[in-house]
Each structure stands twice: as structure tokens, then as C-alpha cells.
């Protein structure tokens, strides 16, 4: 079923599920983890579901926007991802944060996307530049940030954007990449000083956002 709207996403389970919406109110309060959120989700709150999709459509979107110039495509994969968190809720266990389970499933379709425009490129001669392009029309902060990132290896970048952006932490990053905890660490570390780098070269005239201090220490 296609979507056309990322906030009309919220609406799904009520069109797909039967079950009274009585329950929703009950795990919808404030201190309600999103893992039990999710839970109560899966025994049939409505309710929980809206609190979920309210609280990761932005960051969600965000994610994605990060990774690629088009906000159109972002907002498609960003519906991509919660279709993709609907149809398999049945299967979620609380081995993990929700967080890291959704970005499991927003990092798996980012490569699904990447592969599927690689490929069009390859045989059609056109599609999206998987290298994240930059948008003529993005503000030059933006654009400066954007060419910089690019030029990162792409697991350190990737690393850089879970931990500055998505604020995921170093255990979360191990377990999402597949990576062991010191390693994440240090490309981290190695990350930061190349993107300071690039941002201090020549010409780079443009204040960009300060990245946060290294944790090695933590």
C-alpha cells in the first residue's frame, strides 16, 4: 500500500488492526520506555504505536536527510522504515534498545536504496549519487559540512553521524555495525580529527557546528 505522507503513517495500525483502542492510553505516559512501548505495540495499544511514530519520525528523518541530498527520498525511506517496523513487529524482542533495533532497520534499507541506485546507475546511466551528493539548494553551511563528511572513509563517517547525530551511544554502534566497542572508539576519534581537518582547510570560510568533545576517556 503506498504512502504518500509521512504523517499520515501514524493512521496505519488503526487501518490494519481490530482491536479496541482502550489500551492506548496505558502505555502512552510519559515515563513509558520505547521498549515498552514497543511491547505494549505488539499486544495491541494503538496507542503506543502513535507515541513511537511521534517520537522518531524527526530523528528518523533525520537519519536518512544526513545520507542524502534529496529530502523527498529521505522522507520515502523514512516511511520505508516504519512499514518496515509495522510489518515485522510481531518478531521484535527486547534483546536490545528500540532505537538500535530501528536503526538496524533504517541502516539495512539505506543499503538496500544504495544498491538499488548503484545498479540503475550501472545499466540505465542515471540514478541518485550514492557518494551523497550535495543539493544546489541547501544553505553553503550545509553544503561545506556535507562535502566534508563525504570525504570521510565511509565506516568512519557512518560511526560519526550514530554518535554526533543520532546520539547513539558506543555499545549501541557496536552492536548496529558489527563492530568491537575499542574500534569503534578509535575510528571515531580518527573520524573527528579528519572532519576538523577538512573543516579548517583553505577557503572554508563557513562556522560550522562544533562537534562534541572526545569521550575516549569514558
Not at 532497520?105 to 536504496?113: E, Q, S
Not at 557512518?158 to 555495525?177: G, M, N, T
Request: hydrophobic letters at 40%; proline letters at 5%.
Amino acid at each position: 500500500m503506498p504512502v504518500r505522507n509521512i504523517t499520515s503513517m501514524s493512521a496505519m495500525p488503526r487501518i490494519m488492526k481490530t482491536e479496541s483502542l482502550d489500551r492506548a492510553t496505558e502505555m502512552t505516559e510519559p515515563r513509558a520506555s520505547d521498549e515498552e512501548l514497543m511491547i505494549a505495540y505488539v499486544g495491541g495499544s494503538f496507542g503506543a504505536f502513535d507515541e513511537l511514530f511521534s517520537r522518531y519520525k524527526q530523528p528518523l528523518f533525520g537519519f536518512f536527510r544526513r545520507r542524502m541530498a534529496d529530502p523527498a527520498q529521505a522522507e520515502e525511506l523514512t516511511q520505508e522504515a516504519f512499514l518496515a517496523l509495522f510489518r515485522s513487529s510481531s518478531k521484535y524482542q527486547p534483546k536490545a534498545l528500540f532505537r538500535t533495533y530501528l536503526y538496524a532497520i533504517g541502516l539495512n534499507i539505506l543499503r538496500a536504496h544504495r544498491r538499488k541506485s548503484a545498479f540503475h546507475a550501472v545499466f540505465f546511466g542515471a540514478g541518485e549519487d550514492v557518494r551523497e551528493p550535495t543539493s544546489r539548494n541547501t544553505f553553503e553551511t550545509d553544503f561545506v559540512l556535507r562535502d566534508a563528511l563525504r570525504k570521510l572513509d565511509g565506516t568512519d563517517r557512518e560511526i560519526l553521524l550514530l554518535r554526533e547525530f543520532e546520539q547513539l551511544s558506543y555499545a549501541e554502534i557496536s552492536q548496529l555495525l558489527g563492530l568491537p566497542i575499542n574500534t569503534v572508539r578509535s575510528r571515531l576519534f580518527r573520524a573527528r580529527l579528519a572532519l576538523r581537518d577538512l573543516l579548517a582547510a583553505p577557503l572554508r570560510k563557513i562556522d560550522c557546528p562544533e562537534l562534541s568533545k572526545s569521550e575516549e576517556e569514558r
